[in-house]
T-cell receptor, first 115, second 116 residues
Framework: AAGVIQSPRHLIKEKRETATLKCYPI?????VYWYQQGPGQDPQFLIS???????DKGSIPDRFSAQQFSDYHSELNMSSLELGDSALYFC??????????????FGPGTRLTVL | AQTVTQSQPEMSVQEAETVTLSCTYD???????LFWYKQPPSRQMILVIR??????QNATENRFSVNFQKAAKSFSLKISDSQLGDAAMYFC?????????????FGAGTRLFVKA
């Protein structure tokens, strides 16, 4: 079965550079969530999109922005990177189209290292 | 705000034995979901088991079962017949039903070691 695809899987950047992380949800999923997991930390919710509109916002820095495109894939743009941005970034997708339970399927994550 | 607390940073169990991981949460909502996720060294987030708050019956998935105490806001995970492959970080998680966004709130995690 198709899973959530994230690219790239690993990314190394210098401080003050920019990074773009991509997420391709499971086919027919209309909702995407972004989470940040720092070293030894639990995943923290950043932002979510439903039908290409932002649906919720968590502790996402102003330096970060995200959007969901017409094909439902999402991109997380990170500017002025800081050392503390080094983390594993998860994308998850779900379908809110029906049913009371909509499981979030997690992608494998993008490991971002800021030097 | 909703919070999830896992008070055991690490747990250890002998292979084939049973271990229970603790989790408490705080919410004013009546409808929500609770989850246990497993994160092995690959760091892939794997759903182990889920519980709907409106269901009184505890969820069970093969060797994994939960003890859901809604009034006490407690949600523990029991792993029976522990296997070496169960060694991982386990996250307890909460998700609301009725508000927009449906974000998942995770606990700090419990690292489980399985001894041969």
């Amino acid at each position: 079965a198709a899973g959530v695809i994230q690219s790239p899987r690993h990314l190394i950047k210098e401080k003050r550079e920019t990074a773009t992380l991509k997420c391709y949800p499971i086919p027919r999923h209309d909702t995407v969530y972004w989470y940040q997991q720092g070293p030894g930390q639990d995943p923290q919710f950043l932002i979510s999109f439903y039908e290409k509109m932002q649906s919720d916002k968590g502790s996402i820095p102003d330096r970060f922005s995200a959007q969901q495109f017409s094909d439902y894939h999402s991109e997380l743009n990170m500017s002025s990177l800081e050392l503390g941005d080094s983390a594993l970034y998860f994308c998850a997708s779900s379908s809110l189209g029906g049913g009371s339970y909509n499981e979030q399927f997690f992608g494998p994550g993008t490991r971002l290292t800021v030097l | 705000a909703q919070t999830v607390t896992q008070s055991q940073p690490e747990m250890s169990v002998q292979e084939a034995e049973t271990v229970t991981l603790s989790c408490t949460y705080d919410t004013s909502e009546s409808d929500y979901y609770l989850f246990w996720y497993k994160q092995p060294p690959s760091r892939q987030m794997i759903l182990v088991i889920r519980q709907e708050a409106y269901k009184q019956q505890n969820a069970t998935e093969n060797r994994f079962s939960v003890n859901f105490q809604k009034a006490a806001k407690s949600f523990s995970l029991k792993i029976s017949d522990s296997q070496l492959g169960d060694a991982a970080m386990y996250f307890c998680a909460y998700r609301e039903l009725n508000t927009g966004g449906f974000k998942t709130i995770f606990g700090a995690g419990t690292r489980l070691f399985v001894k041969a």
